[in-house]
């Protein structure tokens, strides 16, 4: 028997008639259950891809979209994995092109969506870092560690960047965002309220604490137009 035919041959029983309005909104709740995508813990989909989470930020989140924008007009964001490192980077590549964004594989659910927000906040920036990056090669900046610190601090603005997008999806998660969401940022972190940028001269110190400012005094000896033997 059809469905319609079930319910047409049901609807005058005296039982069902007291009944079919709620069981009718049962139904359609299913069916609308049934087409919602599957959400994890904190409300967030279970992404298939980084170009997915991406797509899905740019529609949830209207800073993440401004910036994506900005991004692309340079051409499209692409997604890859990052080999041999933990966390994520921004490929530049040559040109003014908008690099491409790249995740270690281990990062899993709501840690890896919020790397990847901080990283487009990189390939955001990237016109900032490419003026510090030519600022050594016409000899503006002479030493690694101007060098390193401009860069940190770009860094440091994509963190107050990073916070606008999380505070825009707290406010649209059922249960605000994961706190894997920022756990990677501090392990103490417990929820967006219990998360404020750290003092710009904290946030350098523990930059260079970490060994995250040493990939930039590298980075410099690149960029000099007669780079000495290393």
Avoid: C
């Avoid at 900032?128 to 000899?139: A, C, P, T, Y």
């Avoid at 940190?152 to 997008?165: A, C, K, N, Q, S």
Wanted: glycine share 8%; no cysteine; charged share 25%.
């Amino acid at each position: 028997m059809k469905s319609s035919a079930l319910f047409q041959s049901l609807s005058g029983h005296p039982r069902w008639r007291h009944r079919s309005r709620s069981l009718w909104l049962i139904l359609i709740g299913v069916l609308l259950t049934s087409s919602a995508p599957w959400i994890h813990a904190g409300g967030l989909p279970a992404f298939e891809s980084d170009q997915e989470a991406h797509l899905w930020l740019k529609e949830n989140s209207p800073y993440y979209s401004l910036m994506a924008e900005e991004v692309e007009k340079r051409g499209d964001i692409s997604f890859d994995v990052l080999e041999n490192q933990k966390g994520g980077m921004v490929e530049s590549g040559t040109g003014q092109g908008p690099g491409r964004i790249l995740l270690a594989k281990e990062l899993k659910g709501a840690a890896r969506l919020s790397i990847h927000i901080f990283e487009l906040t990189n390939a955001y920036q990237k016109r900032l870092h490419d003026e510090v990056d030519e600022k050594v090669r016409s000899g503006a900046i002479e030493t690694p560690a101007e060098f390193g610190l401009l860069h940190e601090l770009i860094e440091y603005d994509g963190l107050r960047y990073h916070r606008f997008v999380l505070a825009e999806l707290n406010a649209v998660l059922d249960g605000g965002i994961p706190r894997e969401m920022l756990t990677w940022i501090n392990p103490k972190l417990t929820d967006l309220s219990s998360y404020e940028l750290p003092l710009a001269f904290e946030y350098a110190k523990a930059q260079a604490r970490s060994g995250h400012t040493a990939h930039y005094h590298e980075w410099f000896w690149r960029q000099k137009p007669a780079a000495p033997a290393r």
